[in-house]
């Protein structure tokens, strides 16, 4: 159960992580939001530091489901399935992103729970 809970950490952190990144950037931000509407220089390091600390937590949760030899390609495997998603939603629905980055990182917060407190 735990395994299964990590997993669910580490792909929604990776998609937080990557969603954040790509909305701190000009392009992304502004289709996601309209024309003319790029990040502030604090919202932009808001982001880019929310998205670093993401792919960090999804390391750490790769690292505890298999281990500092097999969590490397786990997590390297998260990290590009993540991706994936995150360039297909900012292709085809790029509205949609900033409710992705809500979604992901509650569900996120709600795996780090249910890790802490599973026996």
Request: proline share 3%.
């Amino acid at each position: 159960m735990k395994g299964a809970v990590l997993a669910m950490l580490m792909l929604s952190a990776a998609g937080a992580g990557f969603t954040a990144l790509a909305l701190a950037m000009d392009r992304h931000h502004e289709d996601c939001f309209g024309r003319g509407n790029s990040p502030s220089a604090r919202r932009r390091r808001t982001l880019e530091a929310f998205g670093s600390v993401a792919l960090a937590l999804s390391l750490g949760a790769a690292l505890a489901r298999e281990g500092s030899t097999q969590g490397w390609v786990l997590w390297l495997g998260a990290l590009t399935l993540a991706a994936v998603l995150v360039v297909g939603l900012l292709s085809y629905l790029p509205r949609l992103g900033f409710k992705c980055l809500y979604a992901t990182t509650v569900l996120a917060l709600l795996a780090s729970l249910a890790v802490t407190f599973t026996p």
